[in-house]
């Protein structure tokens, strides 16, 4: 797998994710299947990670990396925005 194929498993695995994904994780996504052998490992996702996360720093939603793994959350200034969606009674 190329770089280019592991970073769009990787955003789509983040942005189709509930919770956050650690990056013990997100290392199930590189495992050879029939040998359980990993084929891209935890250096090589951080790289990736933040070349993901500097893809998408000027749009309006960021990867961001917190204590329980990472996640894609909408930027704080587009807050007011968002809760147009849901306004408080």
């Given amino acids: 797998m190329n770089t280019a194929?592991?970073?769009?498993?990787?955003?789509?695995a983040l942005l189709c994710a509930h919770e956050p994904l650690t990056i013990q994780t997100m290392k199930k996504l590189f495992i050879?299947?029939?040998e359980q052998n990993e084929i891209i490992g935890a250096d090589t996702?951080?790289?990736?990670?933040?070349?993901?996360?500097?893809?998408?720093?000027?749009?309006?939603?960021?990867l961001v990396a917190l204590s329980s793994g990472w996640r894609f959350q909408?930027?704080?200034?587009?807050?007011?925005?968002?809760?147009r969606l849901n306004p408080e009674k």
């Fill in 5 to 12: 194929d592991a970073k769009r498993v990787l955003e789509t």
């Fill in 32 to 34: 050879d299947g029939s």
């Fill in 45 to 62: 996702i951080k790289l990736m990670l933040e070349e993901v996360r500097s893809h998408w720093s000027e749009k309006g939603i960021m």
């Fill in 74 to 83: 909408s930027r704080p200034e587009m807050r007011a925005f968002i809760d």
